[in-house]
């Protein structure tokens, strides 16, 4: 059984009654054993398995902890444990009591905003300070949404020293007419997802746990701790550690694990201080560092491993690229497997050097944070166009196939949409194919000078101008090709969307679908059109061959899509797994390229910290907009203690290119490396 492998410090912790508890879990000292083992003493005390709630920061931690789990009992028992991020067990839950949820990704909300913030002025306003750009405000509303709770977005941008005071009730109108379109069409965001399961959970006695696990816990923001408090539970388990707490940028609140004992009554803290991962001599230096910052609870890591072991070391380059490519020969020379190397970095633009000196010594290597298998444009596009057929009231989808149509931007697409949703009695499928007799679709626009608001008186123009390019005729008397901005390049793109959507709602396998996809005339000019893009010579010419090359392998990757759907059963299951979990769906091989982010809770033989040079890491940049050197700090903790046995510090005096010369980082001087 998992409890009999632990040590006293995890035993005691794992076993502890029902309550408040909170386990402070340093680097590499257990914390999913530690976790594992309670989720089964749990079990053995008799929980039922349903009563029992796993919340992780991925959905792979969870995977991996509950196959940990069915080790010991079977799977028709772990099956049954709810778990997953907070994000994806409050999709389940939500479908569970009745909720239908149309969740849409960050980037596609942007597009949303963009379309309203595009119809605002703000040149009546006097101030030096330019307007935030519509994805900009998208991200500072949702840090709003993470960092507070009970005050408006203006309160919250006021108490922060935000100095675009002229603009706030402009911003506050854009959200309001943003949550209003959202709630029209079911569109439903992360945060949105946190914020509906807690409401829900207020009027929902049904959805009640024994226990609540939370993995990383120093990483909760405040929207998601409310999740946790709001939940209906007999007991609470948090395991984290503030030394690890890497993400304020993101709104996590150090101060709700350093709170714990203060929030919840008669709460017990535990401690793990025995390290299983590094040598003594890795954990010395990250000691030596973290100890300069303030410590929430007592705590001094111990060593376990024994024997021989190297110093970390110090590698010092005249010139930045240098470093790149001695890092590189340096893990050609390597004995240890590619795969237990990682080459860590502050910043993403570090990557570039160490990756093209990597592949220029025929050195494989997959870079986390890169663009993956799913963000690449030709897959997202086919995903937006399976979306449009599930879901025909999905604008954002819409929106985004629409931006490879040639004179037709984000706003005028928008306008297409709701006038075939309006035409289809808010279904485009209708609005297409059996539309409304209705003579004018387009919306008609309020003025309002102080927030922005401008008419746009609105013409209609000639269908006739389109008569010669062929259309059906039933598609040629649809009143959204009377819009006046609409040219013949958009006018032929449309028709391809028709005639893509034409009989989809008989397609209900997602291979199938695919297929269709990938042998419409609608895909197939997107392709071309990437194709063209990926095959421009700096010259502006096109290159035939590349152009060829490239439409090869937009339609390779259409292939590898299908066979990755044909594990689901039904269209909407593949769409929901895309949705919430493509991020964690492309894996590569070689040499691991990682921010200190996407590195952490992962463990490597052999790890180089790259550019530690003052200013990139520290990061003095984000620093001075509203970081800190403590966060800094905890960064540098979280990348050296990725390491097993051996740990490489490297810094570089010079920048050739940029014309920058550098000190080393103050960490390395803590570190004990440099005086």
């Known amino acids: 059984m998992p409890l009999s492998r632990l040590n006293q410090e995890q035993l005691k912790a794992a076993t502890t009654d029902a309550g408040s508890n909170l386990i402070v ?15 089964a003493y749990l079990l053995n005390e008799g929980v039922k398995p349903e009563h029992i709630l796993l919340l992780t920061f991925t959905n792979k931690a969870a995977s991996e902890m509950l196959e940990r789990v069915q080790r010991h009992f079977d799977k028709s028992i772990v099956d049954k444990i709810e778990s997953g991020t907070f994000h994806a067990v409050s999709y389940k839950l939500l479908r569970k009591i009745g909720r239908n949820i149309k969740l849409k990704t960050p980037k596609d909300l942007k597009i949303l905003l963009k379309t309203i913030h595009a119809k605002r002025r703000f040149d009546h306003i006097d101030s030096p300070i330019k307007p935030y750009l519509s994805s900009y405000l998208y991200d500072t509303f949702s840090l709003y949404q993470n960092s507070s709770l009970n005050c408006s977005f203006s309160q919250w941008l006021e108490e922060n020293g935000n100095e675009h005071g002229a603009y706030f009730d402009i911003y506050e109108d854009i959200f309001e007419e943003f949550k209003d379109l959202k709630k029209e069409y079911g569109y439903v965001d992360f945060n949105d997802l946190l914020i509906l399961m807690r409401d829900a959970l207020k009027n929902n006695h049904d959805i009640k746990f024994s226990e609540v696990l939370v993995d990383e816990y120093q990483d909760t923001n405040i929207l998601q701790n409310s999740l946790i408090d709001a939940f209906n ?28 004992k203060e929030r919840y009554e008669n709460a017990r803290v535990f401690k793990l201080n025995k390290n299983y991962r590094s040598t003594k001599k890795i954990l010395s230096l990250a000691n030596r560092v973290i100890k300069n910052n303030p410590r929430l609870y007592d705590k001094e890591l111990e060593v376990t491993r024994i024997g021989e072991c190297e110093a970390p070391k110090l590698l010092v380059y005249d010139e930045l690229f240098n470093q790149y490519s001695s890092i590189s020969s340096l893990i050609k020379q390597s004995t240890t497997p590619h795969e237990q190397i990682a080459v860590i970095f502050r910043n ?45 009231k999905d604008m954002m989808s819409f929106i985004h196939i629409f931006e490879y149509a040639k004179g037709i931007g984000s706003a005028l697409s928008k306008e297409i949409f709701e006038a075939l949703f309006k035409l289809g009695s808010g279904d485009i499928y209708r609005g297409f194919f059996h539309p409304q ?17 401008f008419d746009e008186n609105f013409e209609f123009g000639s ?32 028709y391809y969307f028709y005639k893509f959507l034409k009989n ?17 005339e609608l895909f197939d000019s997107i392709a071309d059109l990437l194709a063209t893009q990926r095959g421009t010579k700096k010259d502006g010419s096109v290159d035939n061959e590349l152009k060829k090359a490239a439409k090869e392998r937009i339609y390779t990757k259409g292939y590898l899509l299908g066979d990755i759907s044909s594990n689901y059963s039904s269209n909407e299951r593949f ?49 001075s907009k509203g970081g800190s050197l403590e966060e800094e700090r905890r960064l540098f903790y979280v990348a050296t203690t990725r390491a097993k046995d051996k740990l490489s510090l490297s810094y570089a005096k010079y920048d050739k290119i940029k014309k920058i010369s550098y000190i080393h980082s103050p960490f390395l001087s803590e570190a004990g490396l440099v005086s």
Request: charged share 25%; net charge neutral.
């Open 463 to 494: 269908v006739g101008r389109f008569y010669k390019l062929g259309f059906e005729e039933s598609f040629l008397s649809n009143p959204v090709l009377k819009h006046s901005r609409l040219s013949e390049d958009g006018a032929k793109f449309i």
């Open 25 to 39: 879990a340093s680097a590499g000292t257990g914390k999913t054993s530690t976790i594992v083992a309670r989720i």
């Open 348 to 392: 993403n633009a570090s990557a570039d050097g160490i990756e093209a000196t990597l592949r220029e010594l025929d050195i494989n290597c997959k870079r986390k944070g890169g663009v993956s298998f799913f963000d690449s444009r030709e897959v997202k596009a086919m995903i937006d166009m399976i979306s449009v057929v599930i879901n025909p």
């Open 575 to 623: 769409l929901n797994a895309i949705t919430l979990g493509s991020g964690e769906m492309s894996e590569g091989e070689g040499v691991n390229l990682l921010s200190i982010h996407a590195s952490k809770g992962l463990e490597f033989t052999e790890v180089f910290v790259i550019d530690l040079m003052d200013g990139r890491f520290p990061n003095r940049k984000l620093m």
């Open 437 to 453: 007799e209705i003579s004018n679709p387009f919306k008609s626009r309020v003025k309002n000078y102080q927030l922005g608001l």
């Open 233 to 260: 539970k007999k007991s609470l388990f948090c395991v984290g550690d503030y030394d690890q707490s890497i993400y304020a940028f993101n709104g996590a609140d150090i101060e709700i694990i350093g709170s714990f």
């Open 504 to 520: 989809t709602t008989k397609i209900k396998n997602p291979k199938t679908l695919i297929s269709h996809v990938l042998s419409s």
